[in-house]
């Protein structure tokens, strides 16, 4: 399922991907419902090197326009749900901010569990090979934002380490019967590390 949705994120002309990390992409903001469809274009941007920019759909035009103006994505990944917020939010940017990103519906992942082409105006390419030129300290795999308590949200840059180290951290022991649960933030949000 990832690879396909990378073939498309690629034959669709979202983005190019890369192969080499001195190769520069600008980043592809995803901007979806919290859903198996948001962790499949994530796993699919970290697939071919693309920093991925996760938009909370709860954060308002003006917040994400900030966003925008300080990470400067090359597309937008939109759902039926969220592509009016981003169509005001991109008549807010400035006439100097040039140029804007596009705006790309994202098929739904469900797509992708199907073989052949997701949308038929865009026949998939060969999946993109995997990006393994990153080092640790390469701060290019994820952009998360602050909780815009005190202004505007902030972009927070994050490796691919950052996102082994978080999912190493979340490991339980599977304990049947005991009752316990575990709530995190939304994914898009620098709060869920806490």
């Given amino acids: 399922m990832v690879e396909l949705a990378s073939a498309w994120l690629v034959s669709s002309g979202t983005t190019t991907g890369r192969e080499r990390r001195e190769e520069k992409v600008g980043c592809v903001a995803i901007f979806l419902a919290s859903d198996v469809g948001l962790f499949?274009?994530?796993?699919a941007l970290l697939w071919i090197g693309v920093p991925a920019l996760l938009l909370?759909?709860?954060?308002?035009?003006?917040?994400?326009a900030h966003l925008i103006k300080e990470t400067s994505p090359t597309s937008i990944l939109?759902?039926?749900q969220t592509s009016l917020v981003a169509r005001k939010t991109l008549s807010l940017l400035p006439s100097t901010h040039f140029p804007p990103p596009s705006l790309v519906t994202a098929p739904p992942y469900s797509t992708f569990l199907l073989s052949g082409s997701p949308t038929p105006d865009c026949p998939l390419s060969p999946v993109p090979p995997p990006y393994e030129d990153h080092l640790p300290t390469d701060l290019d795999a994820l952009i998360l934002h602050s909780s815009r308590?005190?202004?505007?949200?902030?972009?927070m840059h994050h490796s691919?380490?950052?996102?082994l180290l978080f999912a190493s951290?979340?490991?339980?022991?599977?304990?049947m019967g005991e009752g316990s649960?575990?709530?995190?933030s939304p994914l898009y949000h620098v709060r869920w590390l806490l």
């Fill in 78 to 80: 939109v759902s039926s």
């Fill in 181 to 184: 649960s575990v709530v995190t």
């Fill in 160 to 163: 691919h380490a950052f996102l």
């Fill in 56 to 64: 909370s759909a709860r954060l308002s035009p003006t917040s994400i």
């Fill in 40 to 43: 499949v274009y994530l796993s």
């Fill in 169 to 175: 951290a979340h490991r339980f022991e599977e304990k």
């Fill in 149 to 155: 308590t005190t202004g505007f949200p902030k972009a």
